[in-house]
């Protein structure tokens, strides 16, 4: 994770009062405290006081980790995702939903989310869901739509069930299925690359509506 995850509120001391940590108008937030989850408002880093800076943590983090792989690798293709991101992230990173559930509205809402998130960058989503058991038909449908994702990933968290089509046997639908749709996005593979070119050069989209067209 590369938000500003903290699973304290603040520090193991709390945090001072004065108008940054406690300002005069909180939001309709998680315990109506700024820094719940996270640092201090007042906590000092390179770009300023964090109540500033919050949202840019993953935003100067994208840009330092491609400046250090351009220096290690140099002339190299990068593939680098962010989970924290910001406007104009895209130019140095892609970024994926977060952690989405085995459930039929999840999967309804990874086609919006994927929309919306081409205006920023490059979005990601986990097939078959992150969170929760998956059923054979949800992770079947699933990896069929997953196929034509700008990146088609399985991937679940531990302490559920295995969701890889295999476990499911090798002679079941969903097999035959993931095979039939994942040979397809191996052939569109050439127009993939050619958006994801055009999105790095001239801040295309790689999934886009109509509207787009």
């Known amino acids: 994770m590369n938000e500003v995850s903290n699973f304290i509120k603040g520090s193991k001391t709390g945090c001072a009062q004065n108008d940054l940590n406690y300002p005069p108008f909180t939001p ?18 390179k770009w300023g006081k964090h109540y500033d800076v919050h949202s840019l943590y993953g935003y100067s983090m994208a840009i330092s980790t491609q400046q250090a792989i351009k220096t290690l690798f140099p002339g190299k293709r990068s593939f680098l995702i962010s989970r924290s991101t910001f406007m104009g992230s895209g130019k140095h990173t892609g970024h994926w939903l977060g952690d989405n559930a085995a459930t039929w509205d999840h999967l309804k809402w990874a086609i919006p989310g ?23 038909e949800l992770c079947r449908r699933w990896m069929q739509v ?14 559920f069930i295995p969701q890889d089509p295999a476990v499911f046997g090798p002679d079941s639908v969903l097999v035959k299925t993931s095979k039939h749709y994942l ?3 191996y052939t569109l593979l050439p127009y993939l690359y050619t958006l994801f070119y055009k999105a790095h050069t001239q801040g295309d989209t790689v999934v886009r509506p109509v509207l787009h067209e």
């Open 114 to 136: 994927m929309l919306d998130f081409n205006l920023f960058g490059i979005p990601y989503v986990y097939i078959c869901g992150f969170f929760d058991n998956t059923t054979e």
């Open 146 to 159: 997953g196929a034509f994702y700008p990146f088609s990933r399985n991937h679940n968290c531990e302490g």
């Open 28 to 45: 309709s937030i998680l315990d109506r405290v700024m820094f719940t989850k996270t640092l201090c408002m007042d906590a000092v880093q």
């Open 183 to 185: 040979n397809i996005r």
